[in-house]
């Protein structure tokens, strides 16, 4: 998908599957916390959300907070203990070097990965891996590129300098537990996938997996309570291909293959897209790479035929419909909401209908039944039921399995019901540390695969362009357009994207009160702004080979020289000359896809800016 392709696709080679985490909550146990990328106070910003367990767990075990990032986040805002910038996509480099020190230093848990990991060293290693192929001798220089992963080294890549490298992992391998996170903002790059595969590498040299007040190194994870939902039955195609390569699957869909494209379930795929049906998302244009690209591709309609959309809104997407069909909004229904990042502690809200839906809005269950309907499955569909049978019928199936859920007709009263974690805290595999033969992995090897033979498969199978790269091992790979590219010869700048506090996404970017709270802005460092002339508040031209965008800018010490970031999600506001006036960062970035998921590397750009 668009949030997560390169780390669920990264991460499931380490940990087989969708990588969990521990819950916030349980940094109360730990005594340092670093994050990287991982921004919660203006991602996950409500008050059950992941910053308010932070912030409670840290009152309570007085845990130190590092921040790894380009930018100063909200996050931060003076709760950290210390902020490290660094260059966009070279996290791996800055976890090699930590790696290279706390090995040297004996700060790795030698025994925690003899007994739960393959591929630290020679002794865990498959069979039929390469001489010398393992973790520690890429790390120490033993490997096949020979380059030893020293803090010099890695401070020339990312900006940090090398006695800053050296403090980092003492502090990483000493505290004991650590608790080691990511967000999505690292691995939606052009590296994405090696990148979040490094960054779990701390916690997993440290053994902090399994622990309280350790994680895993992937984001967060959360207590979640045995509620039903809708069930979606099993599409009889098996064959997919990656959320972002939809517009490459209308353009050229009979060339796609599993080997260059990543296609699953078939070699390649036999035929193009040529209807699409997007529900509740703005993805067709707005959230969607190189919007330039997917205009025009949109707008031939020898392409794809068909685009039906419904929504609340008139989105950038709704834009291009043949058919648009007003949805209900929250208010017009009747349904359950389910919280997905509460930490220690599950709950689900009653949201009851409000109003009667208003003109001809109709809601998504009413609407795709009269379509089973006419399509002679009407009864399979509904199994004779309306939207509110098919909630009182999943809710009695949720008292099953929660018996203190308070009767349906009750709970609609009562609007909420929470149940905090029975553990006291979400551990992310906590049954696999206490007995790995019995509670395997889902990885070929039932532990932790810092080295992965079917990434080594993949490797030597693929196609893959100049400057991707599908590693065994999580090692750093620069990508392309990022810090030292030739290209940056013509576009010198770093773009990277982040999500916005005024939006979720796209969601609210026409709210007005909101745009005028928190305006779209381009950060750009005073530097940088100094030797283009730019001063705070001025309007610029920010522009690539792909498009231009005019947006007034922040000129601002909260971001690292030779980087500016960009909120995503802005409605995209164009003129006759294609030139976007909203600040919609779309217009920038690529439609290449990252090497192993062919994920969205909406944060891989090299840009110029200058005053309008």
């Known amino acids: 998908d668009y949030s997560t392709a390169q780390i669920a696709a990264g991460l499931n080679y380490t940990y087989g599957g969708w990588a969990d985490g521990n819950s916030p909550s349980d940094i109360e146990n730990s005594k340092l916390v670093v994050l990287f990328g991982n ?26 907070m590092i921040i790894i990032d380009p930018r100063y986040t909200d996050t931060g805002a003076g709760r950290e203990d210390e902020w490290i910038p660094i260059r966009p996509g070279t996290d791996a480099a800055l976890v090699s070097a930590l790696a290279y020190v706390m090995i040297n230093e004996d700060l790795v848990d030698k025994p925690f990965l003899d007994k739960y990991c393959v591929g630290y060293d020679e002794t865990t290693m498959p069979a039929g891996a390469p001489a010398n192929g393992h973790y520690k001798a890429y790390i120490l220089g033993e490997g096949p590129d020979g380059v030893a992963k020293t803090p010099e080294w890695a401070a020339r890549i990312t900006g940090i300098p090398a006695a800053r490298i050296v403090k980092l992992a003492r502090e990483i391998g000493t505290a004991k537990p650590a608790y080691i996170t990511q967000g999505w903002g690292p691995q939606r790059r052009s590296n994405g996938e090696t990148a979040s595969r490094a960054i779990a590498m701390l916690s997993i040299l440290t053994g902090n997996v399994g622990i309280n007040g350790g994680n895993t190194g992937a984001r967060e994870g959360s207590y979640a309570i045995p509620f039903v939902r809708m069930p979606t039955l099993t599409n009889p195609v098996q064959t997919s291909i990656s959320m972002f390569m939809w517009t490459d699957a209308i353009l050229r869909g009979e060339e796609m293959t599993a080997t260059r494209d990543g296609v699953r379930g078939k070699d390649k795929l036999d035929v193009p897209i040529k209807m699409v049906w997007n529900y509740a998302g703005n993805c067709l244009v707005n959230q969607h790479s190189e919007i330039n690209r997917t205009h025009d591709i949109l707008q031939d309609e020898s392409k794809c035929e068909m685009i039906v959309v419904i929504d609340n809104h008139l989105t950038s997407s709704a834009k291009y419909a043949d058919i648009l069909l007003p949805d209900c909004t929250a208010s017009e229904q009747m349904d359950f909401c389910m919280d997905a990042s509460a930490g220690n502690m599950g709950y689900v809200i009653f949201a009851d209908q409000a109003i009667a839906p208003r003109f001809e809005s109709r809601n998504i269950y009413d609407m795709t039944s009269e379509i089973a309907k006419r399509m002679g499955v009407g009864e399979q569909f509904t199994e004779g039921r309306t939207q509110e049978e098919w909630l009182r019928h999943l809710y009695e199936q949720s008292r099953a399995a929660l018996p203190e859920l308070p009767e349906f007709d009750e709970f609609r009263k009562q609007g909420i019901f929470k149940k905090r974690d029975p553990q006291g805290h979400h551990v992310a595999y906590r049954d696999f540390r206490e007995d790995p033969q019995a509670n395997p992995l889902t990885t070929p090897s039932g532990k932790i695969e810092i080295y992965s033979a079917q990434l080594a498969e993949l490797r030597d199978t693929w196609e893959l362009n100049d400057g991707d790269e599908i590693h065994p091992l999580p090692v750093y790979s620069a990508g392309f357009e990022h810090a030292g590219d030739p290209l940056q010869e013509k576009y010198p700048l770093q773009m990277t994207g982040f999500h916005y506090k005024s939006r979720t996404h796209s969601t609210y970017g026409n709210v007005d009160v909101l745009k005028a ?3 779209q802005e381009l950060w750009i460092n005073p530097v940088d702004a100094a030797k283009r002339g730019i001063a705070h508040g001025d309007n610029v031209k920010v522009f690539n080979d792909r498009g231009e965008v005019r947006v007034n800018v922040k000129v601002t010490p909260r971001i690292l020289p030779g980087v500016v970031g960009l909120g995503e999600g802005a409605w995209y506001s164009p003129d006759g000359d294609r030139i976007d006036h909203a600040g919609s960062i779309n217009v920038l970035t690529t439609q290449r896809p990252s090497p192993l998921a062919k994920g969205n590397p909406s944060h891989s750009n090299l840009v110029e800016v200058v005053k309008a």
């Open 517 to 519: 709270a928190c305006p």
């Open 39 to 64: 921004n919660p106070g203006e991602t996950r910003m409500s008050g059950g959300g992941v910053t308010y367990y932070v912030e409670q767990a840290r009152e309570k075990s007085n845990a130190r």
